[in-house]
């Protein structure tokens, strides 16, 4: 048995089931024992970032890390944006980097680069191997990191030689840690300040926007009529029927003022203190007023489920709720193709338990209205603003439940970013379809120029916002990809493209065209 055949007989009793892959020279003993070591699935990537954000999109799903497989340091730098994305998703993630041999390192070869650096920009662990018989012992600790709660992401740096090496067994597997208890505390002073009067509000996020817990937030709400909150960008979240109706914290601080102007105090549920995404002038960094209490029930490390059923159980909530969202069928929209009715049309198609992964930005404004009483389905965001997520976070969203159809709600700009996920989708026969939000713009970037009274309409701020001339071609490019697809110019071609495309199996992608 060779370092790299220990390395990944450890990962695979480890539960790792899945490596997202784009090797190099200095993994090809990784490659040769995926083959020696069955039970771990080789997905290839045909960028570094369709692999990264595959691995993401995995881990939401399933609280378990899959590998990744990257080459030297470069090959880590075109996955650091969705490992970005990951490390704010709390997302287990496990990197194998291949190193030059030892004895090469240093001689400064064309590849050679701090790999290290890169990798303490993303991981909360960084560890390079110091033999091959040591291996086998330093996966076993990056998968322990990788899970410790809230996830993270842990990066192995294996030099080739290392890999080739002889080696010896497997290491044990690493025992599970559970999330912190819930501070006594704490769930008092949430409790006492949810008894102060209606002006409360519960934030939640993290593992506070699925199960249990938002069972016990909705009884919470029910006992104090408390407001419910999500955080903007949670990394899941369950909606639909059957779950209560959550508002979405709005993305830009005037909004949020506007939305909790009649707020007094905000208990934190797997939350942090909301800060804005970009220091706007007149703007503060903190989202929420000064003068707005601040309650820390559970951070996203600790047992946020625990915490809020406490806090339900101490107020004497009832247990039957009559608040959570009913299913109400969402009738097909017809005619001109706007935001409003893209999102209409994926509220009518949706089929139960899909996953929708949304990356749609400016033309995802109106969804997440329109899925409030939609078929349920989990819910995955542009957790940290590094867009490219959308089409490899649904591709590994779908190898982890291959059971549940997964919609890709995709702006047209950062889908190009990582376009290549399309080849893997159809390589892979994944049940993933894409719906491109094709407004032919990075809208989102008008629309700061306008908030900020600059001219967006002027022939630089085109040149560079405008995604026209020659106009994008989705169809084509997801053709030449394996990917079938086909245009949709009106919302009834849409509806019937999107309630064919989810019936059928394997990929399909649905170019909106929007006006």
Request: with cysteine.
């Amino acid at each position: 048995m060779n370092g790299a055949e220990s390395l990944l007989e450890t990962a695979r009793a480890a539960g790792i089931d899945v490596c997202f892959a784009n090797p190099g020279t200095t993994e090809l003993p990784l490659v040769t024992a995926l083959d020696a070591v069955p039970g771990i699935r080789p997905v290839l990537g045909l960028f570094e970032g369709v692999c990264t954000g595959a691995a993401d999109g995995y881990g939401r799903m399933t609280g378990r890390p899959a590998l990744t497989l990257l080459h030297l340091g470069p090959g880590l730098a075109n996955g650091l944006a969705n490992l970005h994305n990951a490390r704010r998703a709390h997302t287990p993630v496990v990197n194998l980097v291949g190193d030059h041999t030892t004895w090469h390192r240093g001689a400064d070869s064309p590849l050679e680069s701090d790999i290290g650096a890169l990798a303490r920009s993303v991981s909360g662990w960084v560890r390079t191997s110091r033999d091959a018989t040591s291996l086998a012992s330093d996966l076993c600790d990056a998968v322990a990191a990788a899970s410790r709660p809230p996830g993270q992401v842990a990066t192995l740096v294996v030099p080739a030689d290392h890999q080739s090496q002889v080696a010896h067994g497997t290491a044990p597997t690493p025992k599970s840690v559970a999330p912190a208890s819930p501070d006594a505390d704490r769930i008092d002073a949430a409790v006492q300040a949810l008894r102060r009067g209606p002006r409360s509000a519960l934030l939640l996020g993290g593992p506070g926007c699925r199960g249990e817990a938002l069972e016990s937030a909705a009884r919470i709400a029910e006992a104090t009529k408390c407001r419910l909150f999500v955080e903007t960008f949670p990394a899941r979240a369950e909606r639909g029927a059957g779950t209560p109706r959550l508002e979405r914290l709005p993305y830009f601080p005037e909004q949020v003022a506007e939305a909790c102007k009649d707020v007094a105090r905000v208990i934190l549920a797997g939350a942090p203190d909301p800060v804005a995404m970009f220091g706007w002038a007149g703007a503060a960094s903190a989202l929420l007023r000064s003068d707005v209490e601040r309650v820390a029930l559970a951070g996203v490390n600790e047992d946020v489920s625990s915490a809020l059923a406490a806090v339900a159980d101490a107020l004497d909530a009832a247990r039957k709720l009559s608040t959570l969202a009913r299913f109400e069928p969402v009738p097909p929209p017809s005619g001109r193709l706007n935001a409003e009715a893209l999102a209409a049309a994926v509220a009518h198609v949706l089929p139960h338990h899909a996953i929708v992964v949304d990356e749609g930005a400016t033309s995802s404004l109106p969804l997440y209205g329109a899925l409030a009483s939609a078929a349920p389905h989990a819910w995955l965001t542009l957790t940290g603003g590094a867009i490219g997520q959308g089409l490899p976070c649904a591709t590994g969203a779908a190898i982890a439940c291959p059971d549940r159809k997964v919609l890709a709600f995709q702006a047209d700009g950062s889908g190009l970013y990582t376009l290549q996920a399309l080849w893997t989708q159809a390589r892979e026969s994944l049940d993933v379809t894409t719906v491109v939000c094709a407004n032919r713009a990075y809208r989102i970037l008008q629309v700061e120029m306008l908030r900020a009274g600059s001219d967006a309409g002027g022939r630089a701020a085109r040149a560079l916002t405008e995604l026209a001339d020659p106009e994008l071609d989705w169809v084509r490019l997801a053709s030449g990809m394996g990917v079938p697809a086909v245009r949709a110019e009106d919302a009834d071609s849409l509806v019937h493209a999107l309630g064919r495309a989810l019936i059928e199996p394997g990929p399909h992608l649905v170019e909106a065209i929007l006006t």
